[in-house]
């Protein structure tokens, strides 16, 4: 990703935002789409882009929880644990997961297919319990059987062509 790509994204919306710091969380999230996460390099050429520093630049990348400034899996799987999740089974579903893609808790599998989250509230208490696939939608409720079964319809699926997390 370079500065110029970045530029010419945030041009058409530049005048949609007040404050120009306002144009740093889109412009990381299109820099994020090439690959999924946030290298160093893309984070400078936002900070060009932007005319921001590099620091204030990760200071943004680094709140979010859905901006990743390490590497992830192809797909990210966001298991809500918020109460309302919680109360309805999120910590089983999300131990099944876990077994399942033989990971310890949060992480990435091996194989760098998938990284399971824990996160907070997604939107969608009424369908808890539930969980999220990248930033697509909520995905509930679920029984830990449902949860295997769409893994095993991930991995059939081809990698996305841009990353929208």
């Known amino acids: 990703m370079t500065a110029h ?33 946030l290298p160093a390099e893309d984070m400078a050429a936002v900070a060009e882009a932007t005319g921001f520093s590099q620091a204030y630049v990760e200071s943004v990348a680094t709140f979010y929880d859905r901006l990743y400034v390490e ?7 966001n ?7 919680m109360l309805r089974g999120s910590d089983e579903i999300f131990d099944h997961l876990a077994d399942y893609l033989g990971l310890d808790g949060e ?12 996160v907070q509230c997604i939107g969608a208490c009424d369908r808890a319990p ?8 909520q995905i509930g409720p679920l029984e830990p059987a449902d949860a295997t079964c769409l893994v095993d319809d991930l991995r059939e699926q081809p990698a996305p062509a841009r990353y929208e997390r």
């Open 5 to 37: 790509e970045i530029e010419e994204y945030l041009s058409p919306m530049r005048h949609e935002f007040a404050d120009p710091r306002s144009l740093i969380l889109p412009a990381l999230k299109f820099a994020q789409g090439d690959s999924g996460w």
């Open 71 to 77: 590497p992830v899996g192809r797909r990210v799987i």
């Open 79 to 85: 298991v809500c644990v918020t109460l309302s999740c």
């Open 107 to 118: 992480g990435t599998t091996e194989d760098g297919m998938f990284t399971l989250a824990k």
């Open 130 to 137: 539930c969980l999220q696939i990248d930033s697509g939608e």
